[in-house]
């Protein structure tokens, strides 16, 4: 088995005292880092919380997302680390072949269990871990992408009473996900790619969105 990235980062979160959110989650798969570098690329560098994303990727190749995103944003990127502290102002990756699951501590977990809807990493999985710890904190994005991924995990952003984007299908290169999505009745926002930056800071930042 491939041996787990393990640096750890010791760097305290210091999160906007006054954002309830705590974490944006956001999955997609295929033509998805094109809709992740639109999303991303808007927010500001001061964005108070810290971004986890699962995009569907070969398990037997490097993946070099996090180092095309960091060139599309003001935001740090990285591939996740196993057991590191999320920070805020920072995007992490889920490397290839990896589930990214955050903890109610807000470190990140790396596995290799089971396949769901025959990818990993899952969306649902991350999903389910962010509702989990964040509660009414957490806010799940799900783009262009093909199958189901996620559906679950978005019942379970809203059942601890977070809140759910997803793209609009007119938008999508794919709409397998976001369709999935929509059909649980549980989506809170439909948008266009090119809104979905926008609602991000206006839920996260509020009136500091500005500053």
Known sequence: MEKLPSEVEEIHPNHLADTHFGIVAIAA??????????VISTLPANFPVPIAIVQHLDPKHRSMMADILSRRTKLQVKQAQDKELMNPGTIYIAPPNYHLLVTSQGHVKLTQSEEIHFVRPSADVLFESVADSYKSGAI???????GVDGAMGVRK???????VIVEDSNTCEFDGMP???IRTGVVDQILPLSEI???????VMGDNAGE
Do not use: P, W
């Open 29 to 38: 798969s295929a033509g998805g880092l094109k809709a992740v570098s639109e």
């Open 140 to 146: 799940a994005v799900i783009l262009t992408g093909t």
């Open 157 to 163: 952003i809203k059942e601890k009473g977070g809140t």
């Open 179 to 181: 369709n999935a999505a």
């Open 197 to 203: 930056a926008t609602a991000l800071i206006t839920l």
